[in-house]
């Protein structure tokens, strides 16, 4: 029998596979101490087996997120944290990145006025983007999100998994909810931005829900 069968020589299920996966897995830190992110991750996670801890609760220190990849600085943060606590870690990288800006401002979307000399704040950002995007006719945009899995610091072959959520830039904001640069997110085919969206429906079919679905199938896959 190899470990890809069950006792009675049946294929495992798809939930007995994760299980096989991540029952080895067990805890895992999250390299985010953001509340909103602990709720989603780990909704999604718990029905794996899988136990996420904050980093924070373990006293890891922000790392810091110096490349100018998503998926180098979402490997960089679970790396540091795998390697201070000695345990399986997880990490993401997002941002919005803008087709006629050639993908800004991308991995900098949390420090996009700073960069051009303004404060760190989300009104400030958006500030900048539509001035930015003053002259172009295509506002093609996406969120995206990088989730970066590691098994232990030195891991060789670590779990990546990607979420792309399109829309477009519209100079008037919309919408009370979300964070960041969602009331000028627009997704036509909801005909709405993603702060007019209900939180949770943002939190199903976002970049970060994407990224952790395909994440999860992974698992699977490598059970
Ligand atoms: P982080 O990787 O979640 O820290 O996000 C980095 C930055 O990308 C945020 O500070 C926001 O500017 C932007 N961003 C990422 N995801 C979203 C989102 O879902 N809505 C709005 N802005 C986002």
């Known amino acids: ?28 830190v999250l390299a985010s101490n953001n509340a909103g992110k602990l709720r989603e991750f780990a909704a999604l996670l718990d029905a794996a087996g899988i136990e996420l801890i904050p980093q924070g609760a373990l006293n890891v220190p922000e790392a810091e997120e110096p490349y100018p990849t998503f998926v180098e600085n979402a490997l960089t943060k679970a790396r540091h944290a795998a390697k201070i606590t000695g345990l399986p870690a997880l990490a993401d990288d997002s941002g919005l990145c803008v087709r006629a800006l050639r993908g800004a401002p991308g991995v900098y979307s949390a420090r996009y006025a700073q960069l051009a000399g303004g404060p760190k704040s989300d009104a400030a950002n958006n500030a900048r983007l539509i001035e ?81 679905r395909k994440l999860l199938a992974r698992l699977t896959e490598e059970a």
């Open 132 to 212: 930015q995007l003053q002259d172009h006719a295509d506002r093609r945009a996406y969120y995206f999100c990088v989730l970066a899995l590691v098994r232990h610091a030195e891991d060789p072959e670590p779990l990546i998994a990607e979420g792309r959520w399109p829309g477009e830039i519209i100079d008037v904001p919309r919408g009370a909810h979300g964070f960041g640069y969602d009331p000028y997110f627009f997704l036509p085919e909801l005909n709405a931005t993603a702060a007019e969206l209900d939180p949770a429906v943002k939190n199903a079919s976002s970049h970060r829900a994407i990224a952790l």
């Open 1 to 28: 029998m190899n470990d890809r069968q069950s006792a009675d020589g049946a294929a495992p299920s798809a939930s007995e596979a994760v299980n096989g996966m991540t029952a080895s897995l067990g805890k895992v």
